[in-house]
């Protein structure tokens, strides 16, 4: 049987430029999160995300994140957003530790 782990990664104060380790991932707000209609604050609000709301990451640029809230696409600000990541490790046949 796979062993799982469970790993955090806190990306509070980092920008998003490796964008794509992060989509389609489960992901949960810091803090309530405004919710807009574009990569930006100029941009319309849809709704305020609460604190720990669990959201899908579609694609992020450097700041800002597409993701999927309660079936609705739209922009927040991927500096309040952690993803956890779960990696299955298959164990090592005849492993010999010596």
Do not use: E
């Not at 993701?67 to 993803?83: E, P, Q």
């Amino acid at each position: 049987m796979p062993l799982v782990r469970s790993a955090a990664w806190a990306a509070l104060s980092l920008a998003f430029s490796a964008a794509s380790a992060y989509a389609g991932q489960i992901t949960q707000t810091t803090n309530n999160l405004n919710f807009r209609t574009g990569p930006g604050t100029q941009y319309q609000k849809i709704m305020t995300i609460p604190a720990g709301a669990q959201l899908d990451i579609v694609s992020c640029g450097q700041r800002w994140c597409v993701v999927n809230f309660a079936g609705t696409m739209g922009y927040v600000d991927g500096r309040y957003l952690i993803s956890a990541v779960t990696v299955v490790v298959s164990p090592l046949a005849g492993l010999q530790l010596q």
